[in-house]
Nanobody, 121 residues
């Protein structure tokens, strides 16, 4: 069974940090690009960050540049999203998704169920 499972969400104060994890099971991530997406209440889902299959190329939506970092440990079959200097507008359900392509591109093949991040004082 192919699965992506996110973890690490929670409640954090503005300015705080969280690290999200995305663990794959049933397949290896070596040949997959991985994206992190988020959906805030009442808003459409947006792409936050993407890593190519080897981790050598990453990209970020402008609103998180300089605050979020995507990384991956293919040996552990896990991708991470380090989120620093969190703002209330970062509050959302965060999803990871995988695409069987070495480069980042639209149209993901597998999705996790999401983890909730709430930034509030």
């Amino acid at each position: 069974q192919l699965q992506l499972v996110e973890s690490g969400g929670g409640l954090v104060q503005p300015g705080g940090s969280l690290r999200l994890s995305c663990a794959a099971s049933g397949f290896t991530l070596d040949d997959y690009s991985i994206g992190w997406f988020r959906q805030a209440p009442g808003k459409e889902r947006e792409g936050v960050s993407c890593s190519n299959s080897r981790g050598g190329s990453t990209n970020y939506v402008d609103s998180v540049k300089g605050r979020f970092t995507i990384s991956r440990d293919n040996a552990k079959n896990t991708v991470y999203l380090q989120m620093n200097s969190l703002k209330p507008e970062d509050t959302a359900v965060y999803y990871c998704a995988a695409k069987l392509l070495r480069a980042c591109a639209p149209g993901m093949d597998y999705w996790g169920k999401g983890t909730l991040v709430t930034v509030s004082s």
